[in-house]
């Protein structure tokens, strides 16, 4: 996880490539930017290799994230905030990005986001999955196990409707619609 990392800032001002470029000065994560929209980032994508989009999140720019997931495919996107309310983040998660980038976060903490977004992981707060009701945590660590709801249910001594009840509120709660979508979106912790 040491290899040298791009990140393209889409911001309407520059405080936030400012912010990062300082912070990852020697981290080797190399910030790029700012552009304005989509497009921009498209074709900058297109000129260098670009492994990490961060949106500054404000107004309406959850359906930028979205576009901007659309548009360019294998870029992993990470919504910049200072809301770390999981609602944010399950937008985030649903429109298509990988995670939050705290905007008040320390230096190691954006640097973190940034590898672990590069890397393919969900980067949420730890707080995230701590608002999971406890009853739904010990479901989600078998469905990460690789166990089918047939298996969670026998090894929690569930019944298999139970089970497929708290996979929905899972679901719901991490902003994704399969078992697919939960593993290529949540970090194994």
Do not use: W
């Amino acid at each position: 996880m040491n290899a040298d990392i791009r990140a393209l800032v889409l911001e309407q001002g520059s405080s936030l490539t400012h912010d990062l470029t300082v912070a990852c000065r020697r981290a080797g994560v190399f910030i790029l930017g700012p552009v304005r929209d989509v497009a921009e980032a498209q074709a900058a994508a297109l000129e260098m290799s670009v492994d990490v989009l961060v949106v500054e999140l404000s107004g309406p720019s959850v359906n930028v994230l979205r576009e901007a997931a659309e548009t360019l495919g294998g870029v992993r996107i990470l919504g910049a905030t200072d809301d770390l309310d999981p609602d944010v983040g399950a937008a985030v998660i649903a429109a298509g990005g990988t995670g939050l980038l705290p905007r008040n976060g320390s230096i190691a903490t954006m640097v973190d986001a940034l590898r672990r977004a590069a890397a393919g992981e969900l980067v949420l707060p730890d707080t995230h999955l701590a608002a999971l009701p406890p009853r739904l945590r010990p479901v989600l660590t078998h469905l990460l196990d690789g166990h089918g709801e047939k298996q969670v249910a026998a090894q929690l001594g569930l019944s298999r409707h139970t089970v497929h009840e708290q996979v929905k509120a899972i679901y719901r709660a991490i902003g994704v619609n399969s078992r697919a979508e939960l593993f290529a979106r949540f970090l194994r912790r």
